[in-house]
């Protein structure tokens, strides 16, 4: 939510430090500031309120309440302090509920109102909060449901066909056009406010007003509404609907019923002094407060759980920041819980306020200390074995998606029309076809002319997930039944080493999964990991999207000449294009050896030309000549 | 001409992250990825038509669980610390084993969410709980320290701040840095927000069968795929997922 430091200062008369300070305290002791922006003479801090602090936290209030907690400065003025008063009760306007979505539904008549355009203070305060003016009236509904947390709604009162308002189920198929023009199809699941005369809908109750009763230029009595409407049925309708709005954030996070009765008393206040008009009355339902909620959490159990060693005095403290009314039995602190605080319930809750507005900062780290490992997975104990065997094979191990655009297990809601199913294990072999089919023509890249790959991965069919296993061999030039069927079976035997009588489940030389849920049924529980090595810090290198180029190059040295002298020459010659030089052929003959190296070329910028390449591989060729070495 | 052979680089990581675990007595758990909706949310505390189901955008499967629960991709990788600890409290009435509860759950997980850079909607995630009688803040403090210094090497820094998890009380969200003449330049001397964690909750602990009374413990969640990137500098996410031996053969 939006913050005006401004608006926060007015809470603390002044005394607030700067915002940078203001951020630090309530990203290190409440929750993270997305954003700070300066605004005119104001800072918005953009404050990503928890979701378990939303009920009172949503607001300019409910921040500087916590801050006066973390600063330990007082607030100035909370406007939740006095308990509001709705009297005179009007004679004329009255209200009804008939619907279990409402908790409570206040609201006040005031007649003779000005409508025009907001003050400059208001004006500004809203426009830094990234609101739109829309007049005095309805900026200060706005104004206080930002200020306090209570979302409000005005209605022109002359536009009703008697002074009353009722809060219904809505009627299957029932349609409303709201302020801003559009309309909606209700279910009976939502909930409407409508005319208590003639039952014409005023508004998507807590989620937005309707067009018919809008407060417009001609204005002259009004109705301000302060209801709280059901979370779970606000959040039901709104989600439905497609229709998220600040009201309707706050009564699903579960603002208080209590806080309607404020929200409408200080309405009425600022709205006849700013608006002009009189107040005739306010108009409640009933509502019983819940009973205030008593936490009890005892000290050994809060420095056992934050790992702290406060005191008794250190923790009193605290909690009378928060202005909590606590009650000391023995080691124990019971608190009574603010009425707006649903949150605070468990001795955890309570924790939690100790401990962040303490600072985890002071929390000392604890080593732990080893103990015998319980049991070994036997899962990933397998797993890791059939990956080291199909390494020493020269397989490289992918991670293929587990979504497919067509297979056996469709998604409710799948983020794009080619990933609507779950791959089964038929899809994952299809994940590994075409993992060959685009790694093979780059074979040159990974120094080789075929693409040995494996796979291991859930797969989802009709009648459950497992995990299979995946092994796919490809020549560069596509496959080639004699030497890639080889090497797959070669592969097979290497993992049937490992996972005893596992079987490969798939059409001759091509691609194939083995059932790697069921292979480990029979095999033994091991008993110790294998230990490995840390593994490399490879710092990873970006890859070109260009296309590359091959040149090969093959002569006699005298014996003697090693592989690495030999590629020693062409690396200092062939330039920062050749990404890769392999040896690919070494012989001895009538007293000469000769190798053949190919050079892989390739730029971060730009597709290469074979001139270009060529040029480069008459340089290299030049430099074995110089070396007494002969072409061939 | 034979290639040389290479491990994904997230296969590299969880190798590690097992064997610093392992060494601690930290039991490596899995569980499935497609879940039912009482363990991905209702046995961790996040309540139904609760915004904080919102906090994870989720992938429902069109298929009846037996028991008539709606089926998702798991969004992370807690429901595995609720069937861990179901089985080792079943285990342990059997007289097979006692306290301390000590896991890790690496395994993939699903978020229906937009992709780019830093997000996939399939990633894999480090879950890790230890539970028994005084186990604190304090004790997740050093853990993650000591794990941070293995994986990364150099001194480490952890810091908390306040965040909320439905499943843990208090929550915490965990930034890491990484000082000394070890540190690898490119994460030195600065703040990582690296994960969120927390005071396993009293509900989740009771709906597996322990006594929050008694015992208590620590649960920490990160993703894997950001330690990679980390690690190793991959400049996106996405790489991991695309079978490209590019990649692959670079580790």
Known sequence: MKVSYKHLQDLFGGKLPSPDAVSDALTFHAWEIEEMTKVGDDTVLDVKVLPDKSAWALSHRGIAKDLSAILNIPLFH????????????????SVRVDTPGC??????????????????????????L??????NVVDMTNFIMFGLGQPLHAFDAGKLSKLSIAVRAAKEGEVITTLTGETYTLLAKDTLIVDGGDDTPLGIAGIKGGKHAEVDIQTVDIIIESANFDPRATRLSSQRLRLRTDASTRYENGVVPELSYFGITIAVQLITKFCGGTLEGYATTPYTSRAPEKVSVALPKINSVLGLSLSSTDVESILKR???????????????????????????????????????????SIKIEPIPLREVNKRFYYAEAV??????????????????????VKLKNALASDKEYLRSSKGIVENMKEALAKNAPQADLFGTDQIRIFEFGKVFEESGEREVLVLGVQSKQGYVAKKDKKVLDTALEAVQGVLTGAKGDGADGEPFSIDFTAALETLPQPTAYTTHKKTPDVTYKPFSNYPYLTRDIAFW???????????????????????????FDRFLKEERVSYGFRIVFQSYEKTLDGIEADALMHTVSDAVRANGWEVR | MKPTGHLHPLSHIIRDINSVFAELGFVFADGPEMESTKYNFDMLNVPKDHPSRDMQDTFYVECADPLGEEVVMRTHTSPVQVRYMERFMKERAEGKGDFPIRVIVPGKVFRNEATDATHEAQFYQLEGLMIDKGISIGHLKGTLEYFFAALFGGNVEVRLRPSFFPFVEPGLEVDMRLTGADAPAKLKDRWIEIMGAGMVHPSVLRGAGIDPEVYQGFAFGMGIDRLAVMR???????????????VVSQF
């Open chain 1, 78 to 93: 909370d406007p939740l302090a006095e308990k509001p008063v709705l009297e005179p009760i009007s004679k004329e306007l």
């Open chain 1, 103 to 128: 908790r409570v539904y206040s609201a006040a008549l005031i007649r003779g109102v000005t409508i025009g355009p907001s003050p400059a203070w208001l004006k500004e305060g809203l426009e830094a």
């Open chain 1, 130 to 135: 990234g609101q739109r003016s829309i007049n």
């Open chain 1, 322 to 364: 928060f202005g909590f009314v606590c009650e000391v039995v023995g080691d124990s602190f019971v608190v009574t819980s603010p009425f707006e605080r649903p949150d605070l319930v468990i001795a955890e809750d309570l924790i939690e306020e100790i401990g962040r507005i303490y600072g985890y900062e002071h929390v000392p």
């Open chain 1, 387 to 408: 990956r080291d065997a199909l390494v020493a094979q020269g397989f490289s191990e992918i991670f293929t998606s587990s979504f497919r655009n067509e297979d056996e």
């Open chain 1, 557 to 583: 040295t005298p014996v003697g000449t090693s592989a690495a002298d030999a590629e020693k020459v062409i690396r200092e010659n062939a330039g920062a294009l050749a990404t890769r030089i392999d040896m």
């Open chain 2, 232 to 246: 190793y500098g991959v400049d996106d996410v996405r790489l991991f997922y695309n079978g490209d031996l590019r």
